[in-house]
């Protein structure tokens, strides 16, 4: 089966500690991407790569950080610096065009205290 | 820049009710793409449809239509005699080369059917 894998679903960190979300894909996608969703809220962009050993910052890339060693794997990392992390983060990829849906992965919902 | 506006946050209806889910939509390209993704309780967003600015042909599948007209930006997307299987939260995303292929996605619309 293709698709995208996140893990783990649920995780718990102390504060000032970095935690890093897997997601891996299986589709030969180039492009993939990191949302952070919060309550009630719609998705924003963190980060997103369109080919391997390249990425670039969304619309909240602050605080965050990733990389593109592979073409099935699209790591995150929030670090400490982020002054907010409790939320859910769903990572997706596509085709390499504006033309083409994203697949979502069933996503992280990360805790803070 | 582009946006994308789903002005309804949330909305309820009774099984077997017809409901409109709006979509507003804003950008200068001439050449862009819509999209509709279903978000069920369990979060993963599934795709529901694409449409290129050049194809104003409405859709049906099934129970579910959608209306893209380009006069007033709008791409809305109507579920026929709903069912409880249908709450979820719905997304609206706009699509652009301008934009490096990135989605700009709605605030989203929760809907509950209630049996």
């Known amino acids: 089966d293709g698709g995208i894998t996140q893990s783990p679903k649920y995780l718990f960190r102390k504060e000032g500690q970095n935690v890093t979300l897997s997601c891996e894909q299986n589709?030969?996608?180039?492009?993939m991407y990191w949302y952070r969703q919060d309550p009630g809220q719609g998705l924003r962009l963190i980060y997103y790569?369109?080919?391997?050993?390249?990425?670039q910052k969304g619309d909240i890339a602050e605080g965050y950080s990733v990389s593109r060693e592979k073409k099935e794997s699209f790591p995150l990392t929030v670090t400490s610096a982020q002054k907010n992390p409790t939320a859910f983060y769903l990572c997706?990829?596509?085709?390499?065009?504006?033309?083409?849906?994203?697949?979502f992965g069933p996503g992280t919902r990360l805790t803070v205290t | 820049a582009q946006k994308v506006t789903q002005a309804q946050t949330e909305i309820s209806v009774v099984e077997k009710e017809d409901v409109t889910l709006d979509c507003v939509y804003e950008t200068r390209d001439t050449t862009y793409y819509l999209f509709w993704y279903k978000q069920p309780p369990s979060g993963e967003l599934v795709f529901l449809i694409r449409?290129?600015?050049?194809?104003?042909q409405n859709e049906i599948s099934g129970r579910y239509s959608w209306n893209f007209q380009k006069s007033t930006s709008s791409f809305n997307f109507t579920i026929t005699a709903s069912q409880v299987v249908d709450s979820a939260v719905y997304f609206c995303a706009l699509s652009a080369n301008t934009n490096a292929g990135k989605s700009t996605f709605g605030d989203g619309t929760t809907l509950t059917v209630k049996p």
């Open positions: 997706a990829s596509s085709r390499l065009a504006e033309a083409y849906e994203q697949y």
């Open positions: 790569s369109q080919i391997v050993n390249d990425f």
């Open positions: 449409r290129n600015s050049f194809d104003e």
């Open positions: 589709l030969n996608h180039d492009a």
